[in-house]
Structure formats: C-alpha cells, structure tokens
C-alpha cells in the first residue's frame, strides 16, 4: 500500500508542478488535490482554494493531529534554464516549481494521511488541510479555515527540512523606517541631509543586540532590506523611507520587539504586521521523542510558514531542503518524496 501511495504521490505531484499555482492562482491545484480525495472515497470540505479532510473514524473526544502544507507557489525567477511548469525527472531530480516549496511536502503528507485515513482505534484524530496563500502570508490561506477546524493537540507543518525536526521557527516583522531631514537645493549648504543622516541609522540596525537569546533559534536579526529616496540630482529630499525584516526568535514577542525598535532606533518605524510570531514544540513532546528515537535532530529554524498562524503547539517536518526553495530550477528528489513519506508514517505509528 505505502508504495503505490508513494507512486500516486509522485504523480500527484507532477500534476502539481504542471498546473500554475501563484499565490491567489490556486483554483488548478485546489481541484488536483480535490480528484485525490475523490479518486480515494475521501470526502473533504473546501473553502476558497483550501481544502480540509478528516480521518474516516473521526471522534470528538479524542485529540486532533493537524497535518498542514501549502499548494501555492511563487513565481519563477529570471534565472531559470529549464520550463518552471515541465515537470521532469533528470538523475534522480524531479525538476519543476514548487517541486522543493512545499510540493514535496504537500504529497507526502496528503499520502501519510490517506494511509491512516481508514484506520480504527487510533489514539488521535487526523486533519489534513491543504492551504492556498502560504507565500504571500494571505488572508485567504491557512488563517481563513482556522475556525472551520477542531481543537488541535498539534500540527505538523510540511516545509523543506531534509526530515530533520524543525522545532522551532522564528517570527517575522516587516517595518517601514522615515529618516527624515531638511529639503533644500543641492547647490546650498544643509547640514541635515535626510541621506546623510540615515548613516547613523543604518548603523544602528547593523550594530544593535538585542538581550535574549533562543536555545533553538539563537539571536534575533534585523536587515535592512530596502532603502528609497530622492526624485532628481539637485534636490536633497525630505526624507529616506527605509524596509527592515525583522526575525523574532521565540524569547520575546512581535509586540515587544516593536516596543524595543521605536524607542531606541534614531528613526521612524511603523510594523506592517504583528501577527507573524514565532512558533515552537516542547522538545519532550511525544512527537519530537519519536522523532529523536528514530534519528531524527532537532534545530530552530530561521524561516517563515503557516506556523506562524497557528495557536497549538506545531513540528516544521518534510522532504527537500530549504536552500533550494525560490531557486532558479528548483528541484526535490524523487527518494526524497520516497523517504518522507515513510518517515512521516513510521514516525505518527509511534504515537497513534
């Protein structure tokens, strides 16, 4: 059973690749997903491009697994040689977008829980959702079908992680910064110069350490990653509008973070968004001990996903490798796929 789900799978996954699926475009990829659950008597509720199942045993006194990852993509970069939307296998490599971030994932997981999905007598339910808007954060992904699901003991979050037992994960700030100056002509004197004093601001985000560091995630890191100013070559503009991304580490909160910035940085800042926290499971959890049992390392990762959006406590877990993710001719392997889903398994039989 476990290798033709792992065959169908990787179908699927083809399947996946060679439908366009941006974010906000995931109508093609929602209704894939959905012929999966049709083709396996699995019946499934969708809302918007998102779309829930439930263990065929489900029972409301018993706690819930909820198994997550998402179906959208980003767009291909400029640097890609190879057909984004072609789906093919080049030794060992299966090529294609999305094929790393999160599809891999995604196919596993949807095979992990079709395997357990006519199982009696388990010690947990199941949930499965399949989620739109992952890469742009949106507001019609994971966060929309949140009071649609049951109470969740814990999640497992399929992202890139070379099976490796991510933890932990930080929280992301995005804030806008105003350095502001004196406008004047270029020809006067001015000792205000709005981009001469965004110097001392650069250096101020470069140069300042917050107190707390994370056993998992270690210390926080402010970059700045945008910088905007001016309109012509004889004007000193008014002001320099700055981005700076922010990466939480799970010793303090968004808000505190951005309690801390306003009162020391030497400029204006506004937060885009305090919702993206940071996410993590106790390292004794049931879960992670499987998991630690059967080889498995732990590690605090730096990167963002739907955990973010969630109140339980969730594991980042899933084939591919981070690095390749948004890469020009992103690719995951096809053993990969093979032994994601046989962990997965393995792993949840420890528990369930």
């Not at 995931?26 to 809302?47: D, M, V």
């Not at 004197?189 to 270690?218: A, H, M, Q, V």
Request: aromatic content about 8%.
């Amino acid at each position: 059973m476990i290798q033709q789900l792992t065959n169908n799978a990787i179908e699927l996954l083809q399947n996946l690749i060679a439908t366009q699926s941006f974010s906000k475009e995931e109508e093609g990829t929602a209704k894939l997903i959905e012929q999966w659950f049709e083709s396996n008597e699995i019946p499934f509720e969708r809302h918007g491009y998102n779309i829930i199942a439930y263990n065929k045993y489900f029972d409301k006194s018993k706690p819930t697994i909820l198994l997550n990852s998402h179906h959208d993509t980003v767009k291909p970069n400029s640097a890609y040689t190879k057909d984004p939307f072609h789906p093919h296998i080049e030794d060992g490599k299966l090529y294609g977008l999305g094929s790393n971030d999160a599809g891999g994932c995604l196919v596993s997981l949807i095979a992990t829980f079709t395997y357990f999905y006519a199982q009696e007598n388990l010690k947990y339910n199941f949930c499965m959702t399949a989620v739109a808007e992952e890469e742009n954060s949106g507001d019609d992904g994971v966060r929309s079908i949140l009071k649609y699901l049951p109470e969740i003991e814990f999640a497992i979050v399929g992202e890139p992680t070379l099976m490796q037992l991510a933890i932990a994960e930080k929280g992301l700030i995005v804030l806008d910064g105003i350095v502001k100056g004196t406008p004047s002509h270029a020809a006067h004197p001015n000792n205000d110069n709005s981009i001469y004093n965004t110097i001392k601001t650069l250096e101020w985000f470069r140069d300042y350490r917050f107190d707390k560091t994370s056993e998992t995630l270690g210390d926080m890191k402010m970059t700045v990653t945008q910088i905007n100013a001016g309109s012509q070559h004889n004007v000193v503009p008014a002001h320099v509008d700055l981005v700076i991304d922010v990466r939480v580490n799970d010793k303090y909160t968004n808000q505190e973070i951005y309690d801390i910035v306003r009162k020391n940085a030497p400029c204006e800042v506004k937060a885009r968004s305090l919702r993206l926290n940071s996410s993590s499971i106790d390292k004794n959890h049931p879960i992670v001990q499987a998991g630690i049992a059967m080889g498995r390392e732990t590690y605090g990762s730096p990167t963002l996903s739907d955990q973010s959006n969630l109140t339980c406590q969730s594991l980042k877990l899933g084939p591919g490798d981070s690095t390749r993710s948004h890469s020009a001719n992103e690719f995951i392997y096809v053993n990969e796929i093979e032994e994601g889903i046989d962990l997965y398994i393995k792993l949840l039989n420890k528990i369930v």
